[in-house]
C-alpha cells in the first residue's frame, strides 16, 4: 500500500518535471543575456514551449523527467515516513493514557481491596496461630495464601511500566493484563521472606 503511493509521488514528480520544469528551462535560457529576446514576446513563449515538446527535445524532457521522479520519490519517502511516525506517536500516546488510567484505577482498587485484604490475611494468620485444632490449619494456610497472591496482585499493577496482554479465555474477544512472571516472583519473594 504504501509502495503504491510511492509510485504515484515518482509519477507526479516526473510528469511535473517533463511538463512543467523541462519548459520552463528552455524558455528561461532562451530569455537570458546570450540571447538578444525581449521577454515580453510571447510569440517566442509559445514556440519555446512548443518546441520543449518536440521529438528533438524527448532526451531533454527525460532528463527532468527523472530529476522529478527522483524528487518525487524523496518527497513521497519523507511523506510517508512522517505520517508512520504520527501514527506511531500516537499510538505511544494512546498507549501511555491507558497506563495512567488504569494506574488511577489501581490506586482506587488498592486502598478497598488492601483493606479487606488486610483484615482476611491479618486474621488468617492470627488463627494459625492461636488455633490448636491441625484440621483447620490448612484451610487457614489456603486463606493466608490467597491474601498474599491479592496483595502481589495489586503490587503488579501498580508497577506496571507497559501493558501486554494474553487471551482471558481460548474463544473469546476478553483480554487480560500478562502478569505471570510479576506475580511468581513476588509471590517466591513473599514465601522466602515468610520462611526466615
Known sequence: MHYGRLIW????GAII????????AMLAYI?????PHSPLDVSLWGRQVRSAFSPEMLVMGGAFALMGGAVGLSLGAWQLQRQRLVVELLESQ???????TLKSLMVTLAHHIRNANLVIGGFSARLLKS???????????RILQASWEIE????SLQNLTEISTIEYI???????????EELEARLAAVEKWNEL
Open 170 to 180: 481460548t474463544q473469546g474477544q476478553a483480554r487480560m493484563i500478562d502478569l505471570k
Open 9 to 12: 509521488y515518482g509519477l507526479a
Open 31 to 35: 530569455l537570458g543575456p546570450q540571447h
Open 152 to 155: 502481589a496482585v495489586i503490587a
Open 131 to 141: 488455633v490448636p485444632q491441625a484440621d483447620f490449619h490448612d484451610q487457614l494456610k
Open 94 to 100: 494512546r498507549r501511555l493514557v491507558a497506563l495512567e
Open 17 to 24: 518535471g517533463y511538463a512543467l520544469m523541462h519548459p520552463f
